[in-house]
Structure formats: structure tokens, C-alpha cells
């Protein structure tokens, strides 16, 4: 399955978008030759591309947007938006399916950063992937389950 995103700043946060592509486009071909994320729904449909959008932002963008979305007033780390698992009606066009959005912010991904910003804003996004394919932590072993992918696919990156 091929797959294609769009970067972009929202606010004038301090990285360089295009030293993220690559490490994006590795972590997505692994993900996506996962043998444990099979039983997402992109995977019974006649799809051969899925597309998604990442968006980079301060603190107070997110908190506008969490507050607006999520009804919680506070600043957090990513927001995922999942237009295709998240509805049974999705579109499929030309066998694409348009996953959703990623919501990052910079702010908090370097408040949080242990290794490098890089680091976290990779992690943020894999995290960010794994819910526009369907897998959400609303229990202990699905958070267990989402943490224990993210740190596979970090690890080889």
C-alpha cells in the first residue's frame, strides 16, 4: 500500500518540515507491513494509497482546538482528527483513502522531549498514525497496545 501526507506550520513554530519526510515516510511503510496492525479497517477495503494531513502549531492554537473539539480548556501534546476509521461511510477515491488529520504542537512536544524535539514530534506523529488507522486507547490493553507499536516503530526508525 502506498501512502502520501502534506506537512505544514500553522503558527511559526521553529522546525524544518523537510527534515521530517523521510523519517515519516520509513515509519509509515512500517507500520503499514505491521502484521499486528492488520485488523485496522484500511486493510478490508480496495484501497492501495492512504493520504493524511500534518499540522504543526503552538500551545495556544492546540489548546483553541481542544478547547473547541474536545471541550477541555488546557494545551496538549497531538490531536488527531480520523475521517476514514471513525466513519462507515468513508470515501474511497481513485483507491485512496484520506485518513484525517495529525495536530502537533511544538510547544509541548520540546516541554516534553527527552531524547531530541525530533524525537518527540516523531513519536507525536506515529501516536497520531496509529489513531487516524483506528486504534485508540480507551482501555489498559489497547494503551499498552498503542504504546507498545509506537516504541516498535520508533525503535527503527
Do not use: W
Amino acid at each position: 500500500m502506498n501512502s502520501s501526507f502534506t506537512l505544514e506550520k500553522q503558527d511559526k513554530v521553529k522546525i524544518i518540515l523537510k527534515n521530517y519526510r523521510p523519517k515519516i515516510k520509513k515509519m509509515l511503510d512500517l507500520m503499514l507491513n505491521m502484521k499486528e496492525l492488520k485488523s485496522s479497517s484500511i486493510f478490508s477495503k480496495d484501497i492501495n494509497k492512504v493520504r493524511f494531513d500534518i499540522s504543526f502549531c503552538n500551545d495556544k492554537t492546540i489548546q483553541e482546538i481542544n478547547r473547541a473539539y474536545r471541550d477541555k480548556d488546557c494545551p496538549t501534546d497531538v490531536i488527531t482528527f480520523s475521517l476514514f476509521c471513525d466513519d462507515e461511510n468513508s470515501i474511497i477515491y481513485r483507491k485512496t483513502a484520506d485518513l484525517g488529520q495529525i495536530i502537533v504542537s511544538v510547544d509541548t512536544a520540546e516541554k516534553q522531549a527527552k531524547i531530541s524535539l525530533e524525537n518527540e514530534i516523531l513519536t507525536l506523529i506515529c501516536h497520531g498514525i496509529l489513531h487516524l488507522l483506528g486504534f485508540d486507547h480507551l482501555t489498559k490493553k489497547d494503551y499498552d497496545f498503542v504504546v507498545r507499536i509506537q516504541n516498535q516503530v520508533m525503535e527503527k526508525l
